[in-house]
């Protein structure tokens, strides 16, 4: 078994690990750094519910291996809050209790992240279309 040193940072903090070429990037965020809050749902590229941020764009992280992500910056819904605060996005799917059964939501939450950075005033459509990749 060969392994490979990457170096990433996650919300913020950098971080090196001896990985498996074969280890998939959510594998690494929940079982290596133990952010449990990205979610495998599926594990086939289709429900979003392990979404993060890589370089600031929305990845499904069980699509990508680990090592492909070495020298990126990467954001989990861990990184949303500040200083105790929750982000505007928590906040919002707080308050109009964005969610179904909650599974998915801090993949809706990073998507939605994205989405408003790049159309801060996205229209029903446009909403659909960013929140369905
Ligand atoms: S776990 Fe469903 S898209 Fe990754």
């Avoid at 498996?20 to 959510?26: G, M, P």
């Avoid at 079982?31 to 590229?45: A, K, S, V």
């Amino acid at each position: 078994m060969s392994t490979h040193s990457i170096t990433l940072k996650v919300n913020g903090e950098e971080h090196t690990r001896e990985v498996e070429a074969r280890l998939l990037l959510v594998h690494l965020i929940r079982e290596e750094l133990e952010l449990t809050g990205t979610h495998i749902g599926c594990d086939t590229t289709s429900c979003g519910a392990c979404t993060i941020l890589l370089n600031g764009r929305p990845v499904k992280s069980c699509t990508m291996f680990a090592v492909q992500a070495s020298g990126a910056e990467i954001a989990s819904v861990e990184g949303l809050a500040t200083n105790g605060n929750l982000h505007p996005i928590q906040e919002g799917f707080t308050e109009k209790h964005g969610l179904q059964c909650g599974y998915c939501t801090p993949g809706m939450m990073m998507t939605t992240v994205a989405l408003l950075k790049d159309n801060p005033n996205p229209n029903e459509e446009d909403i659909r279309w960013g929140v369905a990749d």
